[in-house]
């Protein structure tokens, strides 16, 4: 085919569709879209995440590790097979491929019973392994918990009085102390990667601003905040806690288990991914680069992938087009257009099916919008 666009380059740079498909999944038919209405053009691919769903297989393979699997259990402890990249010192994995929405695929969403245990499990295993720096997706999870089932299969016992609690959402307020004598020891890094920069309590905390997405209802969400409040209280009478800090509040109060009780270290996931992945290295002035999610809106500007790619194309003087499943912004200052797949809210079903063609002709319109502007 006659080539039509003359250009430098189109760099494809997606999060992943939540629910739907993985950022490789989109890279692919962005590209074979564009290619089919012209094959001369130089389309170039990168996925990225932003610390949640895929982030761990992503990381994994700019980092150069292998895929190993391990057993554990999803947040309503049924078995399942986790996927970490490992090179026997790094390791890598997401939480949302243990206590995510996919890990859990057809149980009743329910942060007060769900429980962090999985993950737990997982972390134990890579530090038998011997690994001394484990990478760690924060997003997507499905819990509210604190991260303390996570801690409990760490080592960590929780007691009412005397009678052990295995805790969940429900019953932590129920705690009135907590033995940390047999915890895991562990003299390496870990590293936290996600987008959320809330603490634990409040209107922009864990319960109040995310359980609701996760199937809380509005009584619950009182009753988690509550409780996490009364369990805090407990622990601070045992070691030094961080519900203040920025981040504790990702994936349910994950981030406050990791910062308090492993000393993680919290990290921007897209500033992470796009660092160790070099791919700014080949964004040149005047490079058109394609980025996108399933939905766009302001929470998409708070860290997420959308923002990342904003700063770097403002550094390198590159043009920056949106392709979302649904936008709820119509232009915002950074992104030249916004292209919608629909222009509603689907259900999780209808999604599912439609997604990729959706998907092909938003990337038609990219390309006759490219044609008629004339790059």
């Known amino acids: ?82 996927k970490c990249g490992s090179n026997g010192e790094i390791a890598a994995f997401d939480v949302a491929s243990v206590v995510g929405f996919d890990a859990n695929e057809g149980e009743k969403l329910n942060p007060s019973i769900a429980t962090t245990f999985g993950i737990g499990v997982i972390i134990k295993k890579l530090i038998e392994l011997g690994h001394k720096k484990i990478y760690i997706g924060l997003g997507g999870s499905i819990t509210n918990d604190l991260g303390l089932g996570m801690m409990n299969a760490l080592g960590i016992k929780f007691y009412n009085n005397k009678e052990e609690i295995y805790p969940r959402g429900y019953n932590m307020g129920d705690i009135t102390n907590i033995n940390i004598d047999d915890l895991v020891q562990f003299d390496g890094e870990i590293i936290c990667l996600s987008d959320v920069k809330s603490p634990l309590f409040g209107p922009t905390g864990a319960a109040m601003m995310f359980a609701k997405q996760k199937g809380a209802t509005d009584e619950m969400i009182v009753e988690l905040e509550e409780a996490a409040k009364k369990v805090v209280r407990v622990i601070e009478n045992v070691i030094d806690e961080r519900s203040n800090e920025s981040g504790s509040g990702a994936a349910g109060g994950l981030g406050f288990a990791f910062k308090t009780f492993m000393n993680a270290e919290m990290k921007s996931g897209i500033d992470e991914i796009i660092s160790i992945s ?46 979302a499943g649904y936008s709820e912004i119509e232009s915002i200052k950074g992104i030249e257009k916004i292209f919608s797949c629909t222009d509603r809210i689907l259900d999780i079903k209808e999604l599912k099916k439609t997604c990729v063609i959706n998907l092909k002709q938003a990337v038609k319109k990219i390309y006759e919008y490219l044609e008629k502007i004339g790059i």
């Open 1 to 82: 085919m006659e080539k039509v666009i003359d250009m430098k380059k189109i760099i494809v740079m997606p999060d992943s569709f939540k629910n739907t498909m993985s950022s490789g999944t989109v890279c692919e038919i962005i590209k074979e879209t564009l290619l089919e209405e012209d094959d001369n053009l130089n389309v170039q691919t990168y996925e990225l995440a932003d610390g949640g769903e895929g982030t761990g297989v992503i990381l994994s393979k700019y980092l150069g590790l292998e895929m190993l699997e391990l057993d554990s259990v999803n947040a309503f402890n049924k078995k399942i097979t986790v």
């Open 278 to 323: 070099k791919v700014t290295d080949n964004i040149e002035e005047d490079d058109i680069i394609i980025t996108g999610e399933g939905k766009f809106d302001d929470q998409s500007l708070q860290g997420k992938v959308i923002s990342g790619i904003i700063n770097i194309a403002e550094i390198k003087k590159a043009r920056v087009l949106v392709v």
